[in-house]
Each structure stands twice: as structure tokens, then as C-alpha cells.
């Protein structure tokens, strides 16, 4: 077997390189488990033929994940009678550590992955970079793809098939399915969509479009290869199996739904109406009524493909919001943290608090106060906390900080019957009315998906989830920018951005709106803000004139 020099490797410290490391339990553990794990996804058929590679990094908690080594499965093998031996060892560049020794005809020699370009993706500030080595180090650029701690490559029959229904998709969208679970970051009520890249002659030559697929879709675990396969990363190799698991099981379900004539990027699954196929274009439907005409009774009817809707102001009572969940979230922050301070979830959104906190700080905001370290006590902690978020709620800030902590206070006044979520009367029948119309829903609001997703859950009418396709909050951005509508209409999949008709009761976001190309109505209900008399906006007093 061929050994490391006895060099640090790009900062990597002396003794992760050294003969006795790459002969250590950690590495050797990591062979073990690499070897067992071609094996099942031989059974499954994702790597048969010898195709398909896996990738994971040597979890050693001494070492950062930035430092930590790499092991993948070779190329051109039989994946099925593979040994831990059989694998390479590379640092965190791509560089061959350790490689396997040839073994006698008719083996062919050992041949380290086409997928090497493709698994070594560097994060770096949030954002993907790569370099290009040709010769042998072609196949080898950065690894760490969304600080991944393993990638697999698959050429499951279901990842390949699913490319294949409509073949000018650039996107797999599917929604209101249980294993979108699985799928970090998405419930059963999110629409889930994966990329699509071209396929070409030679792995290694889908590196750009691979990295250009990962920065255009931020929140995706996964890349589609059309008639080719798979790439699904996870924070650990549990986590990427248990997610390319999901993802095989969906592709087959869509084919399955397909065959049926059922359409599975809408929530109820019903019968395939003027599909244009797997690119998800909302709603996949053409509804042919002249956009933004009014009848006699000055009733609108839009031509859209795509409703989204505010809340605030909108479907809900300003009130319900004003009186009711704001009061709650600021009676119950401190309640909230010191019951779940331990947790990761509250972990996460105290850090996130920080950050924000610090921000506030340098530019002087009004009402922020510093933070203490964890070192002086949760309850002290706390109480900046508390502090900090009463005033951010007093001063209404549309911050992903406070309204992701806010969304989980709410989870618990949902769950404990302290809260249900209010509609206007006019809401559950105009939902419906679009769904049955092929028409897909989604939410806007500067609320947090979670608390999006709880108002509808659980109604003063029921349970309204079952006809919206996905929720949008502040991440793509604030509401009255007009970035934010430009990426909500990339993300939806529609062909023109006029094809979305936008609601909402706050001038300051139509005008955004309609500086992206959407279509836009103003929402006057009880309780909203008056609007200047020149705004030139078309106005609804209720969903039923849509």
C-alpha cells in the first residue's frame, strides 16, 4: 500500500499525515465502514456495474472537519467484494495519502474516482469555490461540499429514470410526501426541489455545472445528473444514507404517481391536468383567463399559475398578530429558554440571537443590550435574552433571529392548546377554490416557516396546509426588496415572473412585487393601514373577488 510523506498537508498537522495516523483505528474504522456500505448500496443497485462511488471524512474529534481526512471507494470495482483495504485515503485537497495495492488479473489496476472533482468542493465564506488540476489532480478540488461529512454517488435506476420525464426540466419538485421528512431541513407540507444538471462524456467534466447547481440552490442536500444518477451529501454518512434513502424512494414514487396519471408536485396528488412535466412550473397547469381582467362585478381573474400570499393583513387579522402572538412569544421567551436552554435547537437560536445582538450593538440600535458567556450562568444569559427580545417585538423588526425564536415559543402554545391560528372567513374556500384549479399557494411572511406553517395547521377553520405547496420567509430575503420576489419566482419555476400573482396588504412589498414582474393585488381588510390615494394598485376587500 503506498504511504504519505511525512509532510504537513495544506496546514494539516504533522501526525494526521504520518504512517502510524493513516494506519489508526479512526481510519481503519472509516475503511470498515466504507467497504460494508458499498455493499448494501450494491444490494440496493445504486452502484452495480461498478459504477457509483461513496466518500466519507474520518470523524476524529481531535481534528477540525476542515483537517479531517477523506476516504472514497475506487473506481471501475466491483463494489460488492470490496475490502477496507481497497480504499483510498486523500487530504482534505484531494491529495493521495494512502492508495490501494493493484491486486492480480483480470483485476484492473486501482483508479481513484471520476467523482473526486465532484466530492472535493470547498466551502469557503459561505460560498463554493474550486480550483483545476490537471493530470491526475483534475479529480481532485476541494472536498468540503456544504461542510459535508460524506457524499454518495449514485446510479440508482430511480435517480436516472426520474430525469428522464420531461427532458427540458431543470428542476425535480415534489410536495405533501411523508419521506420528504428525511430531507434535511423539509417537512411534509415543504415542496421539495433538487436541481437538474446536464450529463457529459467524463465525470470530472460536471464539476462547474455541479458547483453552479449548489450556489443557485442553497438549501438543497442533492444534485440530479440527467440519464446519469445522484449526488447526496449529509452531515455524517448516516445523514447523507438516510437522505439519498428518501430521495430514491420519492424518484420512485413520482414515476409510480406518473404512471397513474396523478400529479405529484401538488399537495392532493390529483389527476395530471396540461402537465408540462417534472420541471414543477407552478402548478404545471394553463389556465387561460385573460390576467388582472375585471367582469362587470369587478371581480378579478387572474391567469397566474402561482397565488402568494402575506399574512398579516391578508389571511390573518393584523390583531391576531399584534394581540395575540406577539404578547405570547414576549410573556413566554424567558419561560421558553430556561425550559429548553440545553437543547441543540435552543442552542442554535441563542447564537443566532448573539450575532444579531452584536450587530445591533455596533450600530447603536436602540434597546440592544450585551449578551453575556455562557460561563456566567444560563440564568443571566437569559436575561439579556429576554431583555433583547422584548425590544426587537416592541419595535416590530422583520429579523430571522427573533422570528425563528418566536416560532418555536408559538410551537408550544400550539401544542398546548394556548393558541390556534385565525383566518379570515373568506381564506379556506378561496384555498380550496385554487387548489382545485391546479393552481399551487404559497406564504410569504416575515414570520419563520414554522410559525407559517402552525397558523395554518391549526385553524379557527381546520387544518389549511393540505393546499399550500410551500412557505417563504425573510432567508430569500427582506419583503419590500424586490430581490426577494426575483428569487421567490426562480425558486417556484415559473416561466415568466407575470405568472405569479402576489397579495398583500403593505404597499412598500406590491411595489417591490411589481418591480420583479409579479402581478400584484393590494388586500384592504379591517385593521390594515390606509393607503395613499395614488398607489395604482388594483385592491380586494375579500379573496372570493380573485
Not at 346 to 355: E, V
Amino acid at each position: 500500500m503506498a504511504t504519505a510523506s511525512a509532510v504537513a498537508v495544506n496546514g494539516l498537522k504533522l501526525g494526521t499525515t504520518s504512517q502510524a495516523y493513516l494506519e489508526s483505528k479512526a481510519v481503519n474504522d472509516t475503511r470498515a465502514l466504507l467497504s460494508d456500505l458499498c455493499r448494501q448500496f450494491y444490494n440496493l443497485g445504486w452502484v452495480s456495474g461498478t459504477g457509483g462511488s461513496i466518500t466519507i471524512k474520518v470523524h476524529d474529534d481531535s481534528i477540525p472537519r476542515s483537517q479531517q481526512l477523506v476516504l472514497m471507494s475506487p473506481s471501475g470495482v466491483q463494489k460488492e467484494r470490496m475490502v477496507p483495504e481497497d480504499m483510498y485515503v486523500l487530504s482534505p485537497n484531494g491529495s493521495i495519502l494512502s492508495a490501494p495495492s493493484p491486486k492480480p488479473y483480470p483485476h484492473k489496476p486501482p483508479k481513484c474516482s471520476d467523482c473526486g472533482p465532484l466530492f472535493m468542493k470547498k466551502k469557503a465564506k459561505k460560498r463554493l469555490i474550486s480550483w483545476a488540476k490537471r493530470s491526475r489532480n483534475l479529480k481532485y478540488k476541494a472536498y468540503e461540499m456544504r461542510d459535508a461529512g460524506a457524499v454518495i454517488h449514485s446510479h440508482g435506476i430511480e435517480s436516472c429514470l426520474v430525469t428522464m420525464l420531461n427532458p427540458l426540466a431543470k428542476e425535480f419538485r415534489i410536495t405533501h410526501m411523508e419521506m420528504i421528512k428525511g430531507i434535511k431541513g423539509h417537512g411534509y407540507y415543504d415542496e421539495l426541489v433538487v436541481p437538474i444538471i446536464e450529463n457529459t462524456a467524463y465525470e470530472y467534466e460536471l464539476t462547474e455545472s455541479l458547483a453552479k447547481a449548489i450556489e443557485a440552490y442553497p438549501k438543497t442536500t442533492a444534485v440530479l445528473v440527467r440519464n446519469h444518477g445522484i449526488y447526496v451529501w449529509g452531515d455524517s454518512w448516516i445523514s447523507a444514507k438516510t437522505q439519498a434513502e428518501c430521495y430514491h424512494y420519492l424518484f420512485d414514487a413520482a414515476m409510480k404517481l406518473n404512471q397513474l396519471g396523478l400529479d405529484w408536485t401538488t399537495p392532493n396528488h390529483g389527476p395530471i391536468q396540461n402537465t408540462k412535466g417534472i420541471s414543477g412550473s407552478c402548478g404545471n397547469r394553463n389556465i387561460s383567463v385573460k390576467a388582472g381582467t375585471a367582469d362587470s362585478n369587478h371581480k378579478y381573474e387572474p391567469s397566474q399559475r402561482c397565488v402568494v400570499l402575506d399574512i398579516e393583513g391578508t389571511t390573518t387579522p393584523i390583531s391576531f398578530v399584534s394581540d395575540v402572538l406577539f404578547p405570547y412569544a414576549r410573556d413566554n421567551v424567558g419561560r421558553h429558554l430556561l425550559a429548553t436552554y440545553e437543547t441543540a435547537e435552543t442552542q442554535d437560536d441563542i447564537k443566532l440571537l448573539r450575532s444579531q445582538v452584536e450587530d445591533d450593538l455596533e450600530k447603536g440600535v436602540n434597546g440592544a443590550v450585551p449578551i453575556p458567556s455562557d460561563g456566567v450562568g444560563k440564568e443571566e444569559v437569559v436575561a439579556a435574552l429576554v431583555a433583547n427580545v422584548a425590544a426587537m417585538i416592541k419595535a416590530d423588526r422583520k429579523i430571522t433571529a427573533l422570528k425563528q425564536l418566536q416560532g418555536h415559543i408559538w410551537r408550544t402554545g400550539y401544542e398546548n392548546n394556548e393558541l390556534e391560528g385565525v383566518v379570515f372567513e373568506d381564506v379556506p374556500e378561496a384555498l380550496e377554490r385554487w387548489h382545485n384549479l391546479g393552481i399551487k399557494v404559497y406564504i410569504y411572511s416575515s414570520g419563520s416557516r414554522l410559525a407559517q406553517r402552525l397558523i395554518f395547521g391549526k385553524t379557527n377553520y381546520g387544518d389549511l396546509r393540505k393546499y399550500l405547496s410551500g412557505f417563504f420567509d425573510t432567508t430569500v430575503g427582506n419583503k419590500r426588496e424586490t430581490r426577494s420576489y426575483v428569487e421567490i419566482a426562480e425558486s417556484v419555476g415559473v416561466d415568466k415572473p407575470s405568472e405569479i400573482l402576489f397579495v398583500t396588504d403593505v404597499l412598500q412589498e406590491a411595489v417591490a412585487a411589481k418591480a420583479a414582474g409579479l402581478e400584484v393585488i393590494i388586500s384592504l381588510r379591517p385593521g390594515n393601514a390606509p393607503l395613499p390615494d395614488s398607489h395604482g394598485f388594483k385592491t380586494i376587500n375579500s379573496f372570493s373577488e380573485i
